[in-house]
């Protein structure tokens, strides 16, 4: 029976000009093995956002969760979160922003290889407007949740770190065939890729990171989204292989 490769995939981010590295406030991974990915964009007005991103990244590739658990899935994140302690005396504003809690969007993709007919099932669950993007040729196939420029908004839905609430997430399945790109992305690169003007030369990036195995090319696309508005900017791009070796 052929074995089918493992995806091809590079994962790309750079803080807000002007922000280090350690203030990005977006989390974006993959497993080893190519078939689990996600991007969270943590929320500046919520209390050290950046590590609640992380965390929930974290446990999206430890242990996805199903349209029928989620809820139970963030219960289990929520428990195993601690807030980090502020390093000295802090404004009563921010006092109240701890209370409140950290927020992040999620969006979290995972792969299945299939042997009848040969080739690959995908899953993607959403909150929020980080968003999975599914190519094949120079063809969108799907954008997921958000699918026009006009979606997003300053006032996306969030995942939050504390209270009984728990945000309905948005899911998407579907079939991929060999050659095919899947990419995830965090609002500000999403917004670009939805934009007919500038997609072709964000699916080019993408493809020409896959290709060298580097980030650079997209990180100068990702410059040229920063002029236009500066924010933290998130890709994950996987290319499924074209055809299975023969075991």
Known sequence: MPAIRPPEWVCVTAPKRGNREDENEDAARGTADGLRFVVSDGASEGWESRPWAARLAEAFLARPPGPTDFAEWLRGVRASWAAPEPAGPVPWYASVKREQGSFATLAGLELRRSQNPVGWAW?????????????????VRAAFPVDTPAGFG????????TGPACPEPEWLAGRAEPGDLLLLATD???ARLLAPAARDVGLAAARAALAARAP???????RAIQDAHNDDVSLIAVRLPEAPEVA
């Open 123 to 139: 899953r993607a669950v959403a909150v929020g407007d980080s968003c999975l993007f599914h190519v094949r040729g120079d063809e």
């Open 154 to 161: 300053s006032r996306p839905r969030l995942v939050p770190s």
């Open 188 to 190: 500000a690169v999403a």
């Open 216 to 222: 650079d090319v997209v990180l100068s696309w990702f």
